[in-house]
């Protein structure tokens, strides 16, 4: 079964994880300097907040698949919808290993869709790690997990 992903960008992580814990009734399952996401059960979400330095507000939404047999089904819909931008297997993001596919509706909002195969230490690979790895790891300079595709040109021109 697939687990709805909300995450979003905050100012404030310790104001934002006190505010979220007391509206989930719960403290986060993981919690990071710069990073924290609860796994709920009611509503089944995956909520995840991270202070980064970017603007405010939810940065992307999502779905988390149970195995790579549904990621890949959901690759597929996206496929055939045209609207996948980054196809990332073996990524490291948000302190886990995941395969993704990251797409954008016709409105520009992103979408990740990911099968997560582990934990990790960091929130991403370094760019540099990710170049020499031959990888386009989240974070990295060729992933739209940090930035919509279209903010990633107008910032690159």
């Not at 006190?18 to 009611?42: C, I, N, Q």
């Amino acid at each position: 079964m697939k687990r709805f992903h909300v995450h979003v960008n905050v100012n404030d992580l310790d104001a934002s994880i006190r505010f979220y814990s007391t509206l989930f009734g719960s403290a986060p399952t993981v919690h990071k300097p710069d990073y924290a996401k609860w796994m709920l059960e009611d509503p089944r979400v995956n909520f995840a907040i991270s202070q980064r330095g970017r603007a405010a507000g939810v940065d992307h939404l999502g779905m988390q698949a149970e195995d790579g047999a549904e990621l890949e089904a959901i690759g597929a819909r996206l496929m055939a919808a045209d609207a996948v931008s980054l196809a990332e297997p073996d990524t490291t993001c948000c302190y886990a290993h995941s395969d993704k596919y990251w797409a954008e509706d016709p409105q520009g909002v992103r979408w990740e869709t990911f099968h997560t195969h582990g934990e990790a230490t960091t929130y991403s690979v370094p760019a540099a790690a990710a170049d020499a790895a031959g990888s386009a790891a989240c974070c990295g300079p060729q992933s739209s997990c940090c930035r919509p595709k279209a903010s990633a040109a107008k910032a690159d021109a």
